[in-house]
């Protein structure tokens, strides 16, 4: 059974950078995606990679903004955010999913990391 741990959250002010960081444990999938949940709301897809070819998909939301990437030695997928605003508070969370379609739908992902809180002050 693979094990996630995120890492890498913080309290940050408005405009700066920050780099997540999901290391995956045990046997790997085949797509790690990023998600967030903002206090009161739904879980929301953020982007996803797969460990083989490097794909990527990303929300229009972050689009640009947002960088998803993997370091398959190390077993760790990164998400660096840029120009960060106080609408990006949330909780971040990693996970993977066995389809190699990169889903965008948190019921296609299997295993959960327990997730890192982020908080943007203005």
């Known amino acids: 059974q693979v094990q996630l741990v995120e890492s890498g959250g913080g309290l940050v002010q408005a405009g700066v950078s920050l780099r997540l960081s999901c290391a995956a444990s045990?046997?790997?999938?085949?797509?790690t995606g990023w998600f967030r949940q903002p206090p009161g709301k739904e879980r929301e897809f953020l982007a996803a990679?797969?460990?083989?070819?490097?794909?990527?998909s990303y929300a229009d939301s972050v689009k640009g903004r947002f960088t998803i990437s993997r370091d398959n030695g190390k077993y760790t997928v990164y998400l660096r955010m840029s120009s960060l605003r106080p609408e990006d508070t949330a909780v971040y969370y990693c996970?993977?999913?066995?389809?190699?379609?990169?889903?965008?739908?948190?019921?296609?992902?299997?295993?959960w990391g327990q997730g890192t809180q982020v908080t943007v002050s203005s």
């Open positions: 990679v797969d460990w083989s070819g490097g794909r990527t």
């Open positions: 045990g046997r790997t999938f085949s797509t």
């Open positions: 996970a993977v999913a066995a389809a190699s379609s990169l889903p965008r739908t948190p019921d296609e992902y299997t295993v």
